[in-house]
T-cell receptor, first 116, second 111 residues
Framework: SAVISQKPSRDICQRGTSLTIQCQVD?????MFWYRQQPGQSLTLIAT?????????ESGFVIDKFPISRPNLTFSTLTVSNMSPEDSSIYLC?????????????FGPGTRLTVT | GEDVEQSLFLSVREGDSSVINCTYT??????LYWYKQEPGAGLQLLTY?????DMKQDQRLTVLLNKKDKHLSLRIADTQTGDSAIYFC???????????FGAGTRLFVKA
């Protein structure tokens, strides 16, 4: 398995500001993912972040709004820019270690964001 | 496009078995997952099954896969109050790394 930590665990932010969420993994992984879980909803993939390349964004998500960094194989950040109340969600970091052909996927504890 | 569907709620009595059902549309699904999310927490991978299997058992958990009907189920034996959570079904296709999640089934366990 992989142990994933996220910072901050929660935050309350004012509209128009930006928040950067950090994700740290206890082992090197190629593929990292960022998901959003809106209140009472399922998970929606924002982007896939591979080390050494630009993040790949899903339909409906753009780099200007959700810039991602992936400086090494154990760390990534997601920034939620120019926030509005609609951005209030849980943001989850996820990894797929793919060791030994396994396709297990693990999630961090999430960052609960409230925008006022 | 790909879709994963689950019923939204299930209520059982403590000690009974719980069966959570899921259907998916992607016939190329290779891996099917069950995750558990407790209040205020992230997702915990409970178990997963390859599409070439039809059953997997892990302690109190039994996963059944009917590939013909694209139906996946999770059975929790001797359900406890600590099993109260949201259970997400998810699938991943061959060669892809995008995991599609269902809306989640909220399991209530009555003492």
């Amino acid at each position: 398995s992989a142990v994933i930590s996220q910072k901050p665990s929660r935050d309350i932010c004012q509209r128009g500001t930006s928040l950067t969420i950090q994700c740290q993994v206890d082992s090197q992984v190629t593929m990292m993912f960022w998901y959003r879980q809106q209140p009472g909803q399922s998970l929606t993939l924002i982007a896939t972040a591979n080390q050494g390349s630009e993040a790949t964004y899903e339909s409906g998500f753009v780099i200007d709004k959700f810039p991602i960094s992936r400086p090494n194989l154990t760390f990534s950040t997601l920034t939620v820019s120019n926030m509005s109340p609609e951005d209030s969600s849980i943001y989850l970091c996820s990894v797929a270690p793919q060791r030994g052909g396994s396709y297990e996927q693990y999630f961090g504890p999430g960052t609960r964001l409230t925008v006022t | 496009g790909e879709d994963v569907e689950q019923s939204l709620f299930l209520s059982v009595r403590e000690g009974d078995s719980s069966v959570i059902n899921c259907t998916y549309t992607d016939s190329s699904s290779t891996y099917l997952y069950w995750y558990k999310q407790e209040p205020g927490a992230g997702l915990q991978l409970l178990t997963y099954i390859f599409s070439n299997m039809d059953m997997k058992q892990d302690q109190r958990l039994t996963v059944l896969l009917n590939k013909k009907d694209k139906h996946l189920s999770l059975r929790i034996a001797d359900t406890q109050t600590g099993d109260s959570a949201i259970y997400f079904c998810a699938e991943k296709g061959t060669g892809g790394f995008k995991t599609i999640f269902g809306a989640g089934t909220r399991l209530f366990v009555k003492a």
